[in-house]
């Protein structure tokens, strides 16, 4: 692998952009087996107010939208963007929009296994396909099961708090950051991609970065070659 560059993503694994955008990314990823990307997954709630059970599918959407035909309309594109893609989302079997607390705590103990974009993988399935509630903790154990990670044990861990706050404490810290939607990719600490971008634009990100360290490395043996011997 190329010398390794940070991509933090920073999502929620109910944002319909950030399925599609991670499906675009993960073409690309496949694409350049070689690329110099360590990827982490933030935290970032669409609902941070969410009753904790979550609400009701259809009350939310016509809550948030103003109306069944409003938010029929305002999920068009995401349809489209997701068919175009070659997702096949469920967007009906969807019942519940559930508070996802939960489900970035799940993602952050599998970061610390390793198995993080595998549990995000997992969640998105679960939520846009299978139509399942991934605030629901038997739901959540099930993910981290399929995921390698052990299931008592992280069934034990959201029936009580462990590092919710501080899931929440990062949340907040990207909102004061500027974040003020997701998905948001932020390559080397350094530059903010947001939105669901094309399998193309990360293909011509992951081949200027490796070019880059290439010019870099020929440089260096350069300046090696040009320095004169030691007496």
Not at 9 to 16: A, E, F, K, N
């Amino acid at each position: 692998m190329e010398q390794a560059v940070k991509l933090d993503i920073l999502s929620d694994p109910i944002c319909p952009w950030c399925y599609i955008g991670k499906t675009y990314l993960d073409r690309a990823l496949e694409q350049r087996p070689g690329h110099p990307f360590v990827i982490e997954w933030h935290p970032f709630q669409l609902n941070p107010d969410m009753p904790v059970a979550g609400m009701d599918r259809r009350t939310y959407l016509e809550t948030k939208f103003g109306g069944k035909e409003a938010a029929v309309k305002a999920y068009m594109p995401v349809q489209q963007h997701a068919d175009q893609a070659g997702l096949k989302v469920n967007l009906e079997g969807i019942k519940v929009t559930p508070n996802t607390l939960k489900a970035h705590r799940l993602i952050h103990w599998a970061g610390l296994e390793g198995k993080q974009t595998a549990v995000v993988s997992a969640l998105f399935k679960a939520y846009f396909v299978d139509g399942r509630d991934i605030g629901d903790t038997d739901t959540l154990a099930d993910i981290a099961d399929s995921a390698g990670l052990d299931a008592s044990v992280v069934r034990k861990l959201l029936e009580g708090e462990a590092d919710a706050a501080e899931i929440q404490q990062r949340d907040q810290a990207a909102r004061q950051m500027g974040v003020g939607s997701v998905p948001t990719f932020i390559v080397a600490s350094q530059h903010a991609v947001p939105g669901a971008q094309s399998t193309e634009m990360w293909l011509k990100v992951i081949d200027e970065i490796i070019e880059n360290h290439a010019q870099a490395a020929a440089v260096d043996k350069t300046d090696e070659e040009a320095e004169p011997p030691s007496a």
